[in-house]
């Protein structure tokens, strides 16, 4: 059975750092895509960022570039993004997501394993 459990988040100020986490079972990494999405109240699911687990290609929305780095640990079965220069439109509920094939889409549809979701709040 496909899981991923997330982990990390909270409350940092504007300028600051977090990292969350998605540890995935039921699948290893080099078959799926895994990709971040983040919803705000009020706004549709916006992709973040996509990694191509086989290929270890990572891509970024323009709103996150240079500041976000999403990773893979193959051992550990887990992504994980690092967030940094946090900004208060940061703000959203955070998802990690997976699907085979492996081709990267920013398009939520094309995922069928969601995390169960980390609030990230950036607030001073």
């Known amino acids: 059975q496909v899981q991923l459990v997330q982990s990390g988040g909270g409350l940092v100020q504007p300028g600051g750092s977090l990292r969350l986490s998605c540890a995935a079972s039921?699948?290893?990494?080099?078959?799926?895509?895994i990709a971040w999405f983040r919803q705000a109240p009020g706004k549709e699911r916006e992709g973040v960022s996509c990694?191509?687990?086989?290929?270890?290609?990572?891509y970024y929305a323009d709103s996150v570039k240079g500041r976000f780095t999403s990773s893979q640990d193959n051992a550990k079965n887990a992504v994980y993004l690092q967030m940094n220069s946090l900004k208060p439109e940061d703000t959203a509920v955070y998802y990690c997501?997976?699907?085979?094939?492996?081709?990267?889409?920013?398009?939520?549809?094309?995922?069928?394993?969601w995390g169960q979701g980390t609030q990230v709040t950036v607030s001073s």
């Open positions: 997501a997976t699907a085979p094939p492996i081709a990267c889409s920013s398009d939520a549809a094309a995922y069928d394993y």
């Open positions: 039921g699948f290893t990494l080099d078959r799926f895509k």
């Open positions: 990694i191509n687990t086989n290929e270890g290609s990572t």
